[in-house]
Every structure is written in structure tokens, then in C-alpha cells.
């Protein structure tokens, strides 16, 4: 009973027995008895909290989440490039905005048909090749050109850990793959100014804290003629166009690769980007 | 396009009925040697030695930031008390086995030359009427044995680990009486009767067969010679032993994630250290090996134990 309580409140609870831990017969590396591997899967689930529910999942406690958030705050503002501490605070602090999402996914056809088939963006699902033999302004080949320009590959994004639900952490893995495609339509690059404009358009779209959180700290670390750039271009535009975008997570882009950018544009409600060098 | 996403929602580990856990069990022992632990996963003695490979291969490179993170910087103060109990004079042949980034053959070095260099003023002191020679000639024997013949042997089973001690080493100026061995230590590359120290700091956690282990610091210590082991141990205290247990279990995990990137080591890392035998088990296997006043001594209430034994 204690050890329900214990799983309940999300913090382990290990049996302090003088035999528990450490047995002797275990060091000397003699075969286990069945009752210990019993007793072994209840100390594992107690001490995770619970069972993983996809690859990669890695069960965390309220508190562990707490001091994650926390801790990845801290270690992505000290270091932008940390990809995986941005990740990691956008997983543990979307418990709001996520099934939001996914809810936003399930009433629209395409976002429903994305839920169902579950597509992922890799190297090796894309067909490179075709890509860019498509024309230019096609999506297809402006993100192509994208991935080369910037010299970034769809196979660097963090897969989920953290999130306690399957079909939540496809959301967010989709919302993850889908940057890239953003960073297409918005026509910003990999800098420091063009991420911070495209958190701010998904800040909007999507309301994930991490998302917030990077479009209001991403700026202070550029320099003045850049953030009046920003502040009176460039975020304008971002916020209008998040707000008048349909959800840019119902869209099923690996069917669209030949539809021009312009189009898709606009069958989205994307404005028109300013026409200032970024 | 490829719909390969996450799969239908099943749990990994669910439990399994008796009777087919215990025939895989069985087939699972039979098929791969005897069973043991990896934290607290069931796994194969050769599984178990390839996983820590990898877990050590992994956090080398945060090998110290992650010591310092976890302990708070105590677990410097726990090397210098294990080295100062040791008490090496000039002339000590130590061997520090799983010494991977050689926080202890480091502190050996500077006791032994502090000592050295106080023997040397101790010498000066008491023969007042040198003549100039006979004093220059003592500037020299420093210079040239500031270490008085000490050596150290840093012997690790992983590349990694002994890569970064080497950097270390090199990045602090360490260069004399100390060597790099690659090596197992339940199965030391050494001569039997060799060494008048050895040391295991935290590392004899990861070891699949302590009481090899254990033989073989028998076997390649001199007669005379002595055996220091540092380890996480148990804790009495209850209360204590909560907090830890929730300081263990809730935070290094994220720490690991945090700082090195990669939270599946420190979790092995807070599983092992529950799985290791309590202060006086690990007497008793020390005294097994043929170790005579065998004894321990508690550091911070229980969180971390010296055991030492002497081959006579």
C-alpha cells in the first residue's frame, strides 16, 4: 500500500532491508533465484516511476520534471547551441500546450491523417534526389535548399524522452521535424535572428512554454541594429502571421513537396515575409 | 512516404506470467553464462561488462564536472582522507587499480613529494655546519629524485577514461613516476609480488567479479603490502538514508541529463551503487581473499566507506 502511495506521489521508495540491495550472491556472480528477478522489476518500477511507453522513454517523476525544466532553462540560455537542453525543456514543460495540439490535430482531416500514419522527416525517408529535381519555388526544393544552405540535416532532432504519453510524444517529435519546413515557409536562415523570429511565429501557433520562453530570451543576445530589426519588422509580422495561420501541425508536407511555396503560403495564412535581409 | 512513427502504446517491460519468465530466465541464463546485475537490470557477467564499457566510454569526457556536480566537490575531500590514511613514504610502489582519470595517483604524487621535500629540510636542519658542497649536492638529490623513486601505475580497463587522465596529467604537469596500464582488474597484467599500495577508488563497484578482483590484489601486492579500497557503502542512518536515497534517485539522473547529456549513466550509476554490498559483506569477501586486519572506516555517515586489509 505504501508503495502505491509512493508511485502515486512520484517519488521512490526503495525497501531499506538489510538483504535488499548489495546481496552477496550477486557480486560473486552466482545465478539469480526467480524470486529476485521478481523483486528486481518492483524496485525498477518504483524507482522509475512507472514503465516506458515508447522507445527512448525514460519515466521521470513531477520532481525530476521540475528540476529538468529548471536545469535545461539554465543550461540553454548558457548555451544556445544545446539543442538537446532545448528539447528537453520544451518536453518537460508541454504539458499543456501538447495535448492542445494534438487536439487540434484530431479535429482537422489532414492532422488526423498525420496522427494515424505517423510520418517522420529522415534522411532516409526523403528522397533527396527527386527533391531537387523538383522546380525551384516548389517546397520540395526550397527546403532542399534550405537543409544545404545551412548545412543542417533533418536526423539532428532529439527524439522525445520525457513526455508520459505515446501519442504526445509523436506531437511534439512532428513539431520538431517540422521546424525546418517553418524555417522554409517563414524564408528565415539558422541565425540567431532567424530562429528567434520563427519561435516567435510558433510561439504563437503552437503556445509550448519552451517556444515562449525562446522567443522572449533568444534576443538578448543579439545586437542593437539587429533587435530594432526585429522588434519593429520583423516580430510584427511573425505574431500576425501565427495568429492568422491555420495550425501549421495539420499540414501533411511530404505530399505537398510540388506545390509552390507561395501557395502553401497562403493556403496556410502565412503573410508575405518583409523584405529585410536576415 | 514511409509511415514509420512510434508505435501502438504498449509498454516495453510489462510483466510477464511466472512460468514464461522463468523458462526465458532459464533460456536466458543458459544461453549466456551465469546472471548478475546492471543497476537494477538482469543481465548476463558479459552483457553487464560491455555495458559499463560503454556507460565509462560515455561520461569520460564529464567524467570530473559530473563528481563535482553530484558530490558538491566532497568527493575530493574523500580522496585526500583515502591517501592521507595511506601514508605513502618516498620509495612506495602503488598501483591504483579503475584509476581512469587518476584523481588518486595525482594526490599520491604530491603527498610523497611534499614528504620528500620535507625529509629533505629535515636533513639540511640537522647537519648545520655543511660546507657547500655537501649542500649543493643536496640541491641536486631534490632536483633529481623529487619524488624520492615513488612510482605510481594508473591501470584502467577503459581507453576512454585512461585518455582523459592522460590530458589531465598533462594539462597539471604530472610526468614522472607515473604510467598509464591498460588493464582488468580481475585480471591484472602485473607479477605477482609487486606493489607495496594498492588502491581501488570507486571503481570496485563496476567490477562483474569482486572476488576476482580481490584475489588478484592478493596476488600482486608484496607481502607486507596493503589494500585500500574506497566505495560507496550503505548508510545507518534512516533519516539520512531518505534524503539520500531522494537526493540519489530524484537528482543526479537530471544532472546527468543536464551536464553530460546523457541520463541512462547516472541512473546505472545511483542502481549500482544500491546493488553493492554494505561494509561489513564487504569485509567479510576482503578477508576471503586472504586479507589480514581487515577493517573500514565510515566517511560521511556511512555515504562512502574505506576498507583496508594488509598482505602478510
Known sequence: MLRRAAAVLGVPLLRATPGGPGRAGLSRGRPREEEDEEEEEEV????????????????TSPLQKALLAAGSALAALRDPYRHDMVAVLGETTGCLALPSLRDKMRHHPEGYRILQERPRIRLSTLDMERLRGL?????????????????????????????DDEELAYVIQRYREVHDLMHTLLGMPTNMLGEVVVKWFEAVQTGLPM?????????????????????????????RSGRNASCILNVYYEQRWEQSVESLREEIGILPPPAVRV | MAAAGLGPARPLLARRPGALRALLGLARGLA????????????????????????????????????????????????????HKMNPSPGTLLVDVAGGTGDIAFRFINYVR???????????????????????KSYEEEKVKPLGDSQVVVCDINKEMLKVGKQRAQHLGYSEGLSWVLGNAEELPFDDDKFDVYTIAFGIRNVTRIDLALQEAYRVL??????LCLEFSQVSNPLLSRLYDLYSFQVIPVLGEII???????????????????????????????????????????IVAIHSGFKL
Request: hydrophobic share 35%; net charge neutral; with cysteine.
Open chain 1, 211 to 239: 517556444c515562449i520562453l525562446g522567443a522572449a530570451f533568444g534576443p538578448v543576445r543579439l545586437n542593437a541594429r539587429k533587435l530594432q530589426v526585429l522588434a519593429t519588422e520583423l516580430v510584427p509580422w511573425a505574431i
Open chain 2, 260 to 302: 553530460a547529456g546523457d541520463w541512462k549513466s547516472y541512473q546505472y550509476l545511483v542502481e549500482s551503487i544500491r546493488r553493492f554490498p554494505p561494509q561489513e559483506e564487504l569485509k567479510e569477501m576482503i578477508e576471503d581473499a586472504g586479507f589480514f586486519k581487515v577493517d573500514y572506516q565510515n566517511l560521511s555517515s556511512g
Open chain 1, 135 to 163: 522546380p525551384d519555388g516548389t517546397l520540395g526544393r526550397e527546403y532542399v535548399r534550405f537543409l544545404e544552405d545551412n548545412k543542417v540535416s533533418p536526423d539532428t532532432r532529439m527524439p522525445a524522452k520525457f513526455v
Open chain 1, 44 to 59: 525498477m518500477m518504483e524507482a522509475e516511476g512507472g514503465f516506458p511507453l515508447y522507445p527512448g522513454h525514460i519515466p
Open chain 2, 32 to 83: 549466456a553464462g551465469p546472471q548478475t546485475h546492471f543497476g537494477f537490470q538482469n543481465v548476463s557477467e558479459e552483457e553487464r561488462r560491455e555495458k559499463i564499457y560503454q556507460v565509462f566510454e560515455n561520461v569520460a569526457e564529464k567524467y570530473d564536472v559530473m563528481n563535482d556536480s553530484m558530490t558538491l566537490g566532497i568527493h575530493r575531500v574523500w580522496k585526500d582522507i583515502l591517501v
Open chain 2, 114 to 136: 611534499s614528504v620528500r621535500e620535507r625529509q629533505l629540510q629535515q636533513k639540511l636542519k640537522r647537519h648545520q655546519n655543511l660546507s657547500w658542497q655537501e649542500i649543493s
Open chain 2, 222 to 227: 608484496k607481502p607486507g603490502g596493503r589494500f
